[in-house]
């Protein structure tokens, strides 16, 4: 058992080690291959179409400004993905593969996963970055399985020190933040979707775009699919975001709040301790475990501002409206309001003339 | 059927607090079962309720967790596994699951595998598709529901934007991301008595077969190499909101300041 | 300047409390600290106005709600000060403090900023191995300790533990004139009923109260008077009138791990006859027993169907039971009596609710807290329509073997009277409350009618008709029934000697 490396597929043996049928070998440290980084350009399809995932120029920005090496990016879908290749070179994809298969035009994790997995075997990047979608955080953890390799969620920082990446994502419900290393190649991160900016796009850039085949050992029994749910409201796009917290006591401030958001233009989210009332779905919910806002203007109503709650919130600007001046929201505010927040609210709402 | 669900005991993160130096006070902190461990082994219950089985909860932890695996007893595992060894201290979500597909393919068959989506400690969201890689079993992420079709196993799974509903089959595993309301009820005084007549046994690493570098830090491909407290200090501007009317009016004009 | 006051808007949740009732007021102040309290009240003597005192607005007689003049809301002074020992732990906090907070603090030992009251007490209660908590739990856990101390609040464990009283140590009162006295329990005793002493170099010399306090059963009516009594229980119960507490005192006792368990039955007599049995039972003795009607368990299947934070009751649930027992070796043979106990009425163990774990337990004292919650709302919801109504229930409690006789009586009265009803809580101390469910201002109008004739008859049952809530603003009649003109005159010269202008929470219990 010390001996083997656990590299081979022989059913007989009793190392329980070993790598199930089908797995790759594994990487070396030392490999002095491992270079470039991958990234998954996650798709859309929606009424108007196909786009990219708008958080993908956003890792694809933070992926040239950690390195230098190649830039790999990976696409699943039909003739109608064609028109997004100019799109990722003007971000600064330089090779761009797309699996060719009608099966993978329809997502399907495992596939997905395993069509990654085989091309990291052709082109063996350094370090694979997805963004931190629904299907992104699916499909990051089952490659990095089929690659045995380590995998950190949820990133809210990355810096890189040669060609190890170092990352930082929040831990204990947000109270603390780790910086976590990778002892293998390649390195996997999933990052929070608002966390980085995307570089200005050159339309000048060129790439290459190679269309690839692939098969997958398995696919998805799908039986109905149905696109945008009802309750879901996007707070990642807010120019204004009116956030309560726990502090809201009365349950009626929520609809003055989203009357006022109406008259503002600015949209309604809300803490964890709000979602886990039931007064709110989970889509709005700024934090760790929830989404990561950036919006110009945060207004924290009666929010305490729990670490994993501050994990979240990017604004230019951030109020906080508390009657505790202890709150821990402040820390992170510009302005510091002390007062009753349903009261504020209501005032706001019946003050508004527009 | 037969059905494994995963559980984590975590600390009730929302009591955390940082004190004056930045530490993270962890002390006193009461453990709880996960409420995503308690979504997956509810939902297990109710798909033993429709189709019959036996449910075995699994954690890989401390001694402590044992009072987790006593409240799945409680809301109807049959019965259960503690995996606990010094050596699995460290773990990230490869060596855990490694630790527990390690024992699973020894000493357990199964049919379906519930684990919550992710623990409110972690919030990595990693172990229910690595453990499904190992197993070779199938995976459905952000289920949140299901139904039966004649035979044949439905799930709904919740991708924010989408709804997708896709039929499993054995093997399995389930990430559950919600499902069943909060206010459904409790266990019974009867649950309360049977849950401690139930067994619970025990594995360490010596038992499972596992290499000193298969699990725990050393079995680990990611490592912590610092952490810290994330205090941030800003400039900040106080305002006396005691005159609701006041406050209202100036933080309308900033929102106006932004057009 | 400190003393800033700011405008109260009529429609402003300041101007209410938890009955509903609303008032009116010129202006609120925000004190942050005893010097503060003491610069307003002051400024209020001089002017010849009035205040009136308010934490978290938890009270449902309106006892913070203000009759003009200023309102105090001390929601800034929320700070757990320190901690002591002295033959045992105790807590300083300022009013504001809630039960919950309070709570947290001890469940998870976190005493960040906490002094020493007296020498080490801090590191001592660090370093005790065991877990202590504060037994005083009215089922409003977001309630002040300020506002549990005026009123003397009691709990489901108060059938364990007694009331705050029990448990309030130390008490610092900013008076009238804007002086503070520090009243330690144990230091200051009238001699009969009449106090003349000096205290931290106030002279105080008034009479107490001569009638006798009923302290055989559950009472909060009228301020408490005893032979050689406590100079500080002069002040704990006495809803706002003498003086404005700016930190109290609250001793601890040692927790002890415990199941919480609702058992449910198919009718009120079977719950009632189950409760009987299992307090006459020697070799069992839960924490706290309470009752819940099947009246009361339909109000919260039908008020709270959407709410994901309170249970739903099983749907052949008509009664139940609610009560805590500690998780010991004899908890087992416990479970065996109770059991029996229950299979004789028609329960069984399968018809239940049973955990020991923290947030399982939470959600089973909201569920018990649902039912003052749903009539709450409901008259909330009335008050468009009918701005004069309030909700009426009863706080009664009579002695243990007049309890059957006091039921009986309730419901008789109320459908006499077409009344709609529930009847729920500490039946562990024959302290059910009746709330009647109005639906115009004729039910209120019938509903104030009963509530006498209720009053009147706890009395002559020798018991009390504001067990646990106090006399506030709503219930000042029970003050005459209870203690007579003579009385009446005794209390309005204790808050004469103490408030010779009327400026603290007029309107409350005497007029």
Request: glycine fraction near 8%; aromatic fraction near 8%.
């Amino acid at each position: 058992m010390n001996n083997c490396n656990g590299s081979c597929s022989n059913e007989n043996c009793s190392n329980p080690d070993r790598l199930p049928p089908g797995m790759l070998t594994e990487y070396d440290l030392n490999q002095e291959t491992a270079l470039g980084t991958l990234i998954w350009a996650e798709t859309i399809s929606d009424k108007d179409g196909i786009h990219i995932h708008k958080s993908v120029p956003e890792i694809i920005g933070k992926a040239k400004e950690l390195s230098d090496d190649r830039l790999f990016a990976i696409i699943f879908g039909s003739v109608d993905v064609k028109p997004l290749y100019n799109e990722l070179f003007s971000y600064g994809i330089d090779s761009l593969y797309h699996i060719r298969n009608k099966d993978l035009e329809t997502y399907h994790p495992e596939a997905y996963a395993e069509a990654i997995t085989d091309l990291v075997d052709r082109i063996k990047p350094a370090t694979i970055l997805i963004s931190g979608t629904p299907r992104g955080r699916e499909v990051a953890p089952l490659t990095a399985a089929m690659l045995q390799t380590g995998l950190t969620a949820d990133c809210t920082a990355l810096t890189s020190n040669g060609r190890q990446l170092i990352m930082t994502r929040p831990a204990f419900g947000g109270n603390i933040l780790a910086t976590i290393s990778c002892n293998k190649f390649p390195q996997m991160a999933t990052v929070r979707p608002g966390t980085f900016k995307p570089l200005e796009p050159k339309i000048e850039r060129k790439g290459t775009a190679i269309s690839r085949p692939f098969t997958p050992s398995r696919l998805k029994q799908i039986v109905n699919l149905e696109n945008e749910n009802d309750n879901f409201i996007d707070i990642t796009d807010a120019d204004i975001l009116i956030s309560l917290g726990n502090g809201i006591k009365d349950r009626s401030t929520i609809e003055e709040a989203e009357q006022l958001a109406k008259k503002m233009g600015a949209k309604v989210s809300c803490s964890r301790a709000l979602v886990e009332k039931g007064w709110f779905p989970h889509s709005r919910q700024v934090g760790q475990s929830g989404r990561n806002v950036s919006p110009k203007l945060y207004l924290a109503f009666g929010i305490s501002g729990s670490v994993q709650h501050k994990a979240g919130i990017h604004a230019d600007k951030v109020v906080a409206i508390n009657d505790d001046p202890d709150a821990p929201i402040h820390e992170i505010a510009d302005v510091s309001i002390i007062g009753n927040a349903s009261e504020i609210i209501r005032k706001m709402n019946s003050q508004f003339h527009h | 059927m037969k059905i494994l669900v995963m559980i984590k005991q975590v600390p009730d993160v929302s009591l955390i607090e940082i004190d004056e130096n930045g530490i993270l006070q962890r002390n006193g902190v009461p453990a709880i079962l996960d409420p995503f461990s308690l979504f997956a082994l509810k939902m297990a219950v109710n798909i033993k309720k429709k189709i019959g089985g036996m449910i075995t909860a699994i954690t890989m932890g401390p001694l402590q967790a044992k009072e987790a695996l006593v409240t799945c007893l409680e809301y109807g595992a049959d019965n259960a596994f503690l995996l606990n060894d010094k050596d699995f201290a460290g773990s990230d979500t490869w060596a855990t699951a490694k630790v527990l597909s390690t024992f699973v393919k020894n000493e357990m068959e199964f049919d379906l595998i519930f684990c919550g989506m992710q623990a409110i400690d972690g919030d990595t969201a990693q172990v229910p598709a690595e453990l499904s890689v190992l197993l070779n079993a199938e995976l459905a992420s952000y289920v949140n529901n299901f139904k039966m079709d004649g035979n044949k196993l439905l799930v709904s799974q919740n991708y924010d934007r989408e709804t997708r509903w896709i039929e499993i089959k054995s093997p399995a595993v389930i990430s559950v991301s919600g499902g069943t309301p909060l206010n459904e009820g409790l266990p019974s005084i009867e649950d309360y008595i049977n849950a401690r007549k139930k067994s619970i046994q025990t594995r360490n690493r010596i038992d499972l077969g596992l290499g000193a570098f298969s699990a725990g830090i050393n079995g680990s491909h990611t490592k912590v190499i610092s952490s810290m407290s994330p205090i941030l200090s800003k400039k900040r501007n106080i305002v006396d909101g005691n005159d609701p009317n006041a406050a209202a009016k100036y933080i309308l004009s900033l929102a106006e300041e932004l057009k | 300047m400190m003393l800033r006051s700011f405008s109260v808007d009529p429609d402003s949740n300041y101007l209410i409390d938890e009955s509903k009732m609303r008032g009116t007021a010129e202006k609120i102040f925000f004190p942050r600290n005893e010097k503060e309290i003491c610069e307003i009240v002051k400024s209020i003597d001089s002017e010849n106005s009035s205040i009136t005192t308010s934490a978290m607005r938890t009270g449902v007689c309106g006892g913070a709600v203000p009759n003009g003049g200023a309102l105090l809301s001390l929601e800034r002074m929320n700070h757990i000060i320190g901690i002591g020992y002295d033959n045992g732990y105790f807590v300083r906090v300022e009013p504001c403090v809630t039960v919950k907070q309070l709570g947290d603090m001890l469940l998870l030992k976190h005493i960040d900023g906490l002094s020493d009251i007296t020498e080490n007490a801090v590191k001592r209660f660090t370093s005790d191995s065991k877990k202590y908590f504060y037994p005083i739990d009215p089922t409003e856990i977001s309630g002040s300790l300020g506002g549990n101390t005026a009123t003397n609040a009691s709990g489901p464990r108060t059938l364990k533990y007694g009331p705050t009283r029990n448990w309030v140590y130390g008490l610092r009162v900013v008076l009238h004139d804007g002086t503070s006295i520090d009243i330690p329990r144990g230091k200051y005793f009238a001699k009969g009923r009449h106090f003349n002493t000096v205290v931290d170099g106030t002279h105080l010399e008034f009479d107490v109260p001569s009638y006798d306090y009923n302290t055989s059963v559950k009472n909060a009516t009228g301020l408490f008077s005893k032979e050689d009594m406590d100079l500080i229980d002069v002040f704990i119960g006495s809803e706002g009138l003498l003086g404005v507490f700016s930190s109290i005192d609250v001793r601890l006792t040692e927790w002890h791990p415990l199941v919480s368990n609702i058992m449910f039955f198919h009718n009120d007599g079977s719950a009632l006859n189950f409760i009987s049995d299992i307090k006459h039972n020697r070799k069992i003795s839960p924490e706290f027993l309470e009752y819940f009607d099947c009246g009361s368990i339909k109000l919260i299947r039908n008020s709270f169907s959407d709410d994901p934070n309170i249970l739903c009751p099983p749907k052949d649930a008509g009664s139940a039971v609610f009560f805590d027992l500690a998780e010991d070796e004899d908890l087992m043979k416990t479970y065996d009596i109770i059991i029996s106990i229950a299979e004789k009425y028609g329960g069984c163990a399968k018809k239940s609710w049973s955990s020991s774990d923290r947030r399982d337990r939470e959600r089973m004292f909201k569920f018990r807290h649902a039912v003052p919650q749903a009539i709450f709302a409901y008259v909330a919801s009335l008050k468009d329509n009918m701005p004069d109504i309030h909700k009426f229930g009863t706080d009664m409690s009579v002695p243990e073997d007049k309890s059957e006789e006091m039921l009986d009586y309730y419901s008789q009265e109320l459908k006499k009277n077409d009344l709609e009803y529930v009847i729920f809580g500490h039946m562990g101390n024959d302290h059910p409350h009746v709330e009647i469910i109005l639906k115009d201002m004729i039910d209120f109008k019938k509903a104030k009618a009963v509530c006498i004739k209720f009053a009147i008859k706890a009395i002559e049952l020798g018991g009390s008709p504001s067990a646990e809530h106090g006399i506030g603003k709503i219930k000042k009649e029970y003050i005459k029934m209870m203690y007579n003109e003579k009385g009446l005159n005794e209390m309005k010269a204790v808050k004469r000697y103490f408030d010779p202008k009327n400026i603290f929470c007029p309107g409350n219990m005497l007029e």
